[in-house]
């Protein structure tokens, strides 16, 4: 027979391990930083989700994952992009898992033939290619990863920022790139054309 507060033991147990994971984690899982409150038992700690979606009313708890609205990868509508263009769909890679970029780097390796020193990604987009693909570090020149390509800006941008030999020789890769006609320098994995660019 269970004891009369066993379930309140487990919750402040589950509360307090929150409390050692990584920001990096907490913010994964979309918890906020821990709010403290006084109860008769002393000082509690709780956690609340954090609502990253509009109408999501589902707060299950600090899983990631669990009670959110998937967002999906790509969505049709009316949407300003990074470059200040407009366009009839978005790419949003963060609904790729972390799966899908592991998956992802291993295809840009193979069919790209990329070969490089070091890798750094576009924040905030190209971070999470970018950690995918530091298993392939081997030799070559600096790798400039991003997801989705428009007009190359922030990956010129980024390079801008490289000494002057090492910017030479970058070499930049992205998951998607909705122009046939950017940097040279710069490989996508698929292409995705708009209007009379196809």
């Known amino acids: 027979m269970l004891k009369r507060g066993w379930l309140k033991k487990v919750l402040n147990d ?38 990253q979606n509009k109408g999501d009313v589902n707060n299950a708890g600090p899983w990631p994952d669990k009670g959110r609205k998937q967002m999906g990868l790509f969505q049709l509508g009316k949407f300003k992009l990074h470059s200040g263009q407009e366009s009839e769909y978005k790419i949003d890679c963060d609904a790729l898992t972390d799966g899908d970029m592991e ?41 400039i990863a991003d997801d989705v390509l428009t007009t190359g800006k922030s990956m010129v941008e980024l390079r801008n920022t490289l000494p002057e030999q090492e910017k030479r020789n970058a070499v930049g890769v992205v998951i998607f790139s909705r122009t046939r006609i950017g940097p040279v320098w710069i490989k996508p994995l698929f292409v995705i054309s708009e209007g009379n660019q196809l």
């Open 103 to 143: 998956a992802i780097a291993a295809m840009m390796v193979k069919q790209l033939r990329l070969k490089f020193g070091k890798v750094i990604g576009v924040p905030r987009g190209g971070l999470r290619i970018a950690k995918a693909l530091e298993k392939y570090v081997a030799e070559g020149p600096t790798l």
């Open 14 to 51: 589950v509360a307090r391990d929150v409390q050692t994971w990584p920001e990096w984690m907490r913010r994964e899982a979309g918890i906020e930083e821990p709010r403290k409150s006084t109860s008769k038992g002393g000082e509690a700690v709780q956690f609340h989700q954090v609502n």
